[in-house]
């Protein structure tokens, strides 16, 4: 195997060590932007050790391969630590209580959600494996509380233990994965792919615990776990977010360093189409309020109130997310501002008296989250915008109200409630952008293509990294669904890169 003329300087470090393995052939060609103190040598190097990599992890353990997993955090799990559980189709814990599901009906949803623009061969893939993949997860000691429908309307989400990935998922997984013999390397932060003169990937190069630049060789395979580049502002930003409006962008650990490598051997992005886990929320304030009361869905999300943006106009009709909860950050995400407004009444009904909500009440009203006012003109200036367009805009909602007919946005006469009684409530609402879904393009196997759809050899994208299910939207119907892919993603590529495919 050859190494590449790459854009970097000469390392003769790199050169040194990497003979002292007695593989000439690396030796003959490397080049790299830095100098390894160390060089190693796998089967198959995996990098990160959440949700994805763990389940990759098992997979080439257990056929007896060498494998190492370089985790940049000192600990494994990455945000597979708060997930809640994984969608299935016909395990063994369905078949025991007698659900069974359709495929076929869930994939044809699933495109249909997504405008036909997600990947068919993925989709159905996934489902079929879901079902042995759950049954397998079981077997290595991953913990479910049972199965219930989450957002979904059928039993297809298998809920962790403890709900979350923390206690059912990630303990057991790396156990099982030690016990195999994998390796791990914790607060190791993996830059950089070597790959070979015919583009192959073939190792990476990495900053281990001292600090020490290492250098990993791959003989079958590398395989990219890395969980997404939601902490990257900027690409995040260029998916249409608004940063100053967002309450908090990403997961400590997914700068979008690995993204950029990727791209840097050659594969093609996928960041246009790249979908997020994100959310509206209150900032400042608890995200779910007490009780569930004036929490995020409640409160924020309310299809009751009237949501305007930084011109005092009404942009959607208010009951838009209530198929999916993940649509909720796409009309609000170009607003330079956004507010939902409402009366007293509403209020009323969101805190119920609940002593605790109140309190939360006071508090959005002590830090300037919420506005209270006796008009809406006042209500306008707290907001900072325009009074009378304000004024236009409640006094229109309030004519359709009164007639029970939308003329604007059709939204359904029971949702219509007038914003008439004083004091008037502005909440401002800013996003929570926690996950990327889908950066690096993958064929079947999960291997990287490059920009013109070949698979990058010994290159492997996997998790919501890799993700081809959704495009520009996380549908959220399949609850589970981005779950279900990082364990099938991180044991489909690890077969293929060992052959077994
Ligand atoms: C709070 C929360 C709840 C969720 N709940 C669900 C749910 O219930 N169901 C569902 O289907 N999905 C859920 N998701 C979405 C998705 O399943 C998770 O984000 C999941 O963790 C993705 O798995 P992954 O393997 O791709 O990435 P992660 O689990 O995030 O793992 C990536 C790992 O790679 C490491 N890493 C990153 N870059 C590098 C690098 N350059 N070098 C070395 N290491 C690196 C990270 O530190 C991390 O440990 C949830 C996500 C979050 C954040």
Avoid at 87 to 107: D, R
Wanted: net charge negative.
């Amino acid at each position: 195997m050859e190494l590449s003329r790459r854009s970097f300087v000469r390392s003769a470090a790199a050169v040194a060590a990497v003979s002292s393995l007695g593989n000439a052939a690396f030796a003959s060609e490397a080049q790299q932007s830095q100098e390894p103190e160390e060089v190693f040598e796998y089967d198959l190097v995996i990098v990160g050790a959440g949700g994805s990599g763990l389940a990759a992890a098992v997979e080439a353990a257990e056929t007896g391969a060498s494998v190492v997993v370089l985790e940049r955090m000192p600990y494994a799990g990455g945000g597979e630590l708060g997930v809640e559980g994984i969608f299935g189709v016909n395990s063994n814990m369905q078949q025991a209580e007698g659900i069974h599901i359709s495929a076929g009906e869930m994939v044809r949803a699933e495109l249909a959600a997504s405008q036909q623009r997600a990947s068919g061969p993925a989709y159905v893939d996934l489902v079929h494996a879901t079902g042995e993949n759950i049954n397998w997860l079981v077997e290595h000691g991953v913990t479910f509380e049972g199965v219930d429908a989450d957002t979904g309307t059928s039993k297809l989400f298998h809920r962790f233990e403890g709900d979350a990935g923390a206690v059912g998922y990630v303990p057991a997984m790396e156990a099982s994965a030690l016990n195999a013999g994998a390796v791990f390397m914790y607060d190791t932060l993996v830059d950089e792919l070597v790959q070979d003169t015919n583009g192959a990937v073939c190792g990476v190069l990495a900053t281990d615990a001292d600090g020490r630049c290492i250098q990993v060789n791959a003989l079958k395979g590398v395989i990219v776990a890395t969980g997404g580049f939601a902490e990257d502002f900027e690409m995040v930003a260029k998916n249409g977010f608004n940063i100053a409006n967002c309450n908090y962008v990403g997961m400590k650990g997914h700068d979008g360093t690995s993204h950029r490598m990727c791209l840097a051997a050659g594969a093609q992005s996928i960041h246009d189409r790249t979908a997020y886990l994100a959310a509206m929320s209150v900032r400042d304030l608890p995200d779910f309020f007490h009780d569930g009361r004036f929490s995020f869905l409640i409160g924020v999300a309310s299809p009751f109130a009237v949501w305007i943006n930084e011109n005092a106009e009404r942009f959607t009709n208010e009951d838009f997310a209530a198929s999916n909860v993940m649509l909720m950050t796409l009309p609000t995400r170009g607003n330079g501002d956004t507010n939902i407004v409402f009366d007293s009444v509403l209020m009323d009904i969101y805190t119920g008296g609940d002593e605790v909500a109140l309190e939360q009440l006071q508090q959005g009203l002590d830090n300037g989250e919420i506005k209270q006012a006796d008009s809406l003109e006042e209500l306008a200036l707290l907001m900072g915008v325009a009074a009378t367009s304000l004024a236009a805009t409640i006094e229109r909602y309030n004519a359709y109200c009164e007639e029970g007919v939308d003329e604007d946005y059709g939204k359904p006469a029971e949702l219509l409630i007038p914003v008439a009684q004083a004091p008037y409530y502005a909440v401002h609402i800013t996003t929570d952008v926690q996950v990327s879904i889908g950066s690096i393009a993958t064929n079947r196997n999960f291997q990287a293509l490059d920009k013109e759809n070949n698979p990058i050899e010994g290159l492997y994208v996997v998790g919501v990294e890799g993700a081809m299910l959704w495009a520009n939207v996380y549908t959220m119907n399949i609850a589970g669904g981005c779950n279900a892919n990082n364990v099938n993603s991180g044991r489909t590529a690890v077969r293929h890169a060992l052959g077994r495919a």
